[in-house]
């Protein structure tokens, strides 16, 4: 069974703060995706990175792969309320020769930026 | 394009009653999901279906749930009977069967089990 730690569960930052949240994993992944989920909703794609070492930005976040494909990290650059939510990783592991997609997701990290 | 549609948005009912939650996922998407999402086990994934076949059932609690495609169009989630243990919010989630596994999560079923 594979499985993803993310970390903190909980942060709670005033606003203009940077912060990052790890996601790590003792299993490979072909690749990991970053969800935000708001109250009330489902949990919404912000990223998928796929190669080893790989470094995506997104605005104010930036994503990147650990070179093994086992863990991940996500880091907002002043942060902004609006930035408030749950933060999911996701790793997916193609099962044999075929591609699901079936995701290993990870406990999430509740986000709460102060004005 | 519409996106996942999940119905009822919200269901309240009593211990030991049928509950029946559907999905309509979107259109030319092959691949369905199930998941569970609660504060102590976050994200779960139920079962998950590829062209209408189940693939992997392993994340079905019990036989209390049972899942079912029976067309590319509308899949179905049941449990009898249900238990005050059931309580969560209950994501349909699909995806095309190519590319990375990027998945479009339905609005949620918010169960209560009383």
């Known amino acids: 069974t594979q499985l993803l730690e993310q970390s903190p569960q909980f942060l709670s930052i005033q606003e203009g703060e940077n912060l990052t949240v790890y996601c790590n994993s003792s299993s490979v992944f072909s690749s990991l995706q970053w969800y935000r989920q708001e109250p009330g909703e489902g949990p919404v794609l912000l990223v998928t990175?796929?190669?080893?070492?790989e470094v995506k930005k997104l605005k104010r976040l930036t994503f990147q792969f650990g070179d093994a494909r086992k863990d991940s990290s996500l880091h907002i650059t002043a942060a902004q309320p609006g930035d408030t939510g749950l933060y999911l990783c996701a790793g997916l592991a193609n099962a044999g020769g075929t591609s699901y997609g079936k995701l290993t997701f990870g406990q999430g990290t509740i986000l709460t930026v102060h004005p | 394009d519409a996106g996942v549609i999940q119905s009822p948005r919200h269901e309240v009912t009593e211990m030991g009653q049928e509950v029946t939650l559907r999905c309509k996922p979107i259109s030319g998407h092959n691949s369905l999901f199930w998941y569970r999402q609660t504060m102590m086990r976050g994200l779960e994934l139920l079962i998950y279906?590829?062209?209408?076949?189940?693939?992997?059932d392993s994340g079905m609690p019990e036989d209390r749930f049972s899942a079912k495609m029976p067309n590319a169009s509308f899949s179905t989630l049941k449990i009898q009977p249900s238990e005050p243990r059931d309580s969560a919010v209950y994501f349909c989630?699909?995806?095309?069967?190519?590319?990375?596994?990027?998945?479009?999560f339905g609005p949620g079923t918010r169960l209560t089990v009383l």
């Open positions: 989630a699909s995806t095309k069967r190519e590319g990375f596994g990027e998945q479009f």
């Open positions: 990175v796929v190669t080893g070492g």
């Open positions: 279906f590829n062209n209408n076949v189940p693939i992997d």
